[in-house]
């Protein structure tokens, strides 16, 4: 039960510090994310990471691409999936929104992001 507590906390308070970023919001900012960690995955596999609604994903991702950071397009070897791809506007938002995370972290102990890094691959493995 104590890691189910952990979790809920590290996730509420990462929630916490992606919407301070002023010029976009959280769910926006995942989208990238995902869609510049995983490029040529389909966008349901995107779905599936984020943990969101079709619905939710396609308003959010019509929004974005609208705003000319991502394009939507069909995959090249199964024609039939769509992927998301960052365009250079997107990847600079996405950079300054890293950036600026990693700014209000500050440097961190080399055993926290070992742990982070940790985390994340459990989690991935999980998801």
Do not use: H, W
């Not at 002023?22 to 943990?51: C, D, P, Q, R, T």
């Not at 959010?60 to 039939?80: F, P, Q």
């Amino acid at each position: 039960m104590e890691r189910a507590k952990k979790l809920l906390e590290i996730e509420a308070l990462a929630e916490n510090l992606m919407k301070k970023q002023k010029n976009i919001s959280s769910l926006k900012l995942k989208i990238l994310f995902f869609a510049s960690l995983y490029e040529n995955l389909s966008v349901s596999m995107i779905i599936e990471k984020i943990g969101i609604k079709k619905s939710n994903f396609a308003l959010m991702s019509a929004e974005l691409e609208k705003e000319g950071l991502v394009e939507i397009a069909n995959a090249e070897i199964d024609r039939r999936c769509r992927v998301l791809r960052l365009t250079e506007k997107g990847k600079t938002l996405l950079q300054a929104c890293q950036d600026n995370i990693s700014q209000v972290l500050g440097t961190c102990n080399p055993e926290v992001d070992r742990a982070l890094d940790v985390l994340s691959d459990f989690l991935n493995k999980r998801i």
